[in-house]
Nanobody, 121 residues
Framework: QGQLVESGGGLVQPGGSLTLSCAASRRFFAINTMAWYKQVPGNQRERVAIMDTFGWTNYTDSVKGRFTISGDSAKATVVLQMNSLKPEDTAVYYC???????????????WGKGTHVNVSL
């Protein structure tokens, strides 16, 4: 229940673009926020971008002006448009939805299994 599936990762040259997509296996009763995180081996998972259902967005400084998060809370889908990619963007990217799967489950974090992004020549 509540499985999130990411897609769109891959190998891209510096300066290139990728679009990451995430879809939930079922609709949520309600969503608080949707976000993308990245993790490099040996490092903690860190948040890259987050949005709420009212249009508020926030980005980590390293991706401001290059990445754009968007989504549809009714469909439980979220997209990360990544432009002007740099080698330091290389990581596994995880989709996160914080919300209520049903009116009985309480607010929880749901995660995908991740998609690899490799920025190199």
């Amino acid at each position: 229940q509540g499985q999130l599936v990411e897609s769109g990762g891959g190998l891209v040259q510096p300066g290139g673009s990728l679009t990451l997509s995430c879809a939930a296996s079922r609709r949520f009763f309600a969503i608080n926020t949707m976000a993308w995180y990245k993790q490099v081996p040996g490092n903690q998972r860190e948040r890259v971008a987050i949005m709420d259902t009212f249009g508020w967005t926030n980005y980590t400084d390293s991706v401001k002006g290059r990445f754009t998060i968007s989504g549809d809370s009714a469909k439980a889908t979220v997209v990360l448009q990544m432009n002007s990619l740099k080698p330091e963007d290389t990581a596994v990217y995880y989709c996160n939805i914080n919300g209520w799967m049903t009116e009985l489950t309480g607010r929880k974090d749901y995660w995908g299994k991740g998609t690899h992004v490799n920025v190199s020549l």
